[in-house]
């Protein structure tokens, strides 16, 4: 356990597990917050030890309720601008940081917070979560990546509707529209999710990364440099001895040991 007060750093083998953690205030993202999250994140990519992060929320009605309210409200426009800017920074670190995070999303994922689970690679959601894109209601607009992240992952017209109205949508119309990949019952959360790390952990380190990054990378680009870019990860994973186990495991009817 680290000793950062707002961000929770467990390990537990080679799987990190940040707990975002003011659950008084529903897990709202202050300055501190961000700053504690942008520090850890620098240490977990350069720990080689680490292979996978989960995410998650302190308490059982949280993931994050967004960024917090009562500390921008007094923020002139230049004060505004600055904050989106260091919540987006902070976001895209997160985006690309080189290991798998997965979002394990124990209550509301509001502004945010909607929008740092969508900045993970992977989403689980407890049956009782709530996303959403409230801001409409406060009347500004998204300001960490929710205009950008959402219509890419569920389409402009799904994600229109819903920074327009501000709803909150429960997990399964969340499941139905491509925002999260799971929803479990909230006690099977972070077994649910430890487990996919763990299966995630087994496999070529080199790989899931160049995965990683192509897919990142590539949903950038047109198709045909997309198509060009994975070629090219494609090569760089046989000039990693990664692939020689895994060929000869194949051909040996084993298990590989990566
Ligand atoms: N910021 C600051 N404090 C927050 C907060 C937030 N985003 N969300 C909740 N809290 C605080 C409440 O003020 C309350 O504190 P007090 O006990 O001191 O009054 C405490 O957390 C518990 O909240 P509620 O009493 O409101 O709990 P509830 O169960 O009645 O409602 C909720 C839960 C529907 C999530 C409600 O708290 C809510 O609507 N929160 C705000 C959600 C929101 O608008 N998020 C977007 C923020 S803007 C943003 O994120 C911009 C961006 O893109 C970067």
Redesign the pocket.
């Known amino acids: 356990m680290s000793e950062n007060n707002y961000v929770l750093f467990d390990r537990e083998g080679q799987i990190a597990i940040l707990t975002f953690n ?1 659950p ?3 897990n ?3 300055r501190e917050l961000l700053q504690e999250l942008d520090q850890i994140l620098d240490q977990i990519a350069q720990n080689d030890e680490i292979r996978c992060v989960i995410v998650t929320g302190a308490g059982e ?2 993931f ?9 409200q007094a923020y002139s426009v230049m004060e505004a601008r600055a ?2 800017l260091f ?1 987006q920074s902070v976001c895209t670190k997160l985006e690309r940081l080189p290991k798998p995070t997965i979002a394990a999303v124990n209550g ?1 994922a ?6 740092l689970a969508m900045a993970c690679d992977i989403r689980i959601a407890a049956a009782h979560a ?1 996303f ?4 409409v ?2 009347g ?7 205009t950008q992240r959402l219509p890419r992952l569920v389409g402009s017209g799904i994600a229109k509707e819903i920074l327009f109205t ?1 709803d ?1 949508i429960s997990a399964e119309r969340a499941l139905s529209i491509g925002l999260v990949n799971h929803v479990v019952e909230k006690e099977e959360l972070l077994n649910f999710s430890r487990s996919m790390a763990e299966r995630i952990c087994k496999q070529s380190k080199c790989a899931v990364g160049l995965s990683k990054q192509a897919v990142n990378e590539g949903t950038q680009m047109d198709l045909d440099r997309g198509l060009k870019y994975e070629a090219e990860m494609f090569a760089l994973s046989f000039s990693v001895d990664e692939h020689a186990e895994g060929f000869q495991a194949f051909i040996e009817k084993r298990s590989p040991k990566f």
């Not at 994050?64 to 500390?71: L, M, N, Q, S, Y």
């Not at 959403?132 to 801001?135: I, K, L, M, S, V």
């Not at 500004?140 to 929710?146: D, F, H, L, M, S």
């Open positions: 003011r008084k205030a529903l709202a993202l202050n009605k949280s994050v309720a967004g960024a917090d309210i009562k500390e921008m904050l989106a919540g509301f509001l502004g945010g917070g909607c929008e709530k959403g894109q409230p801001e209601k406060l500004i607009t998204a300001g960490y990546g929710g501000g909150m």
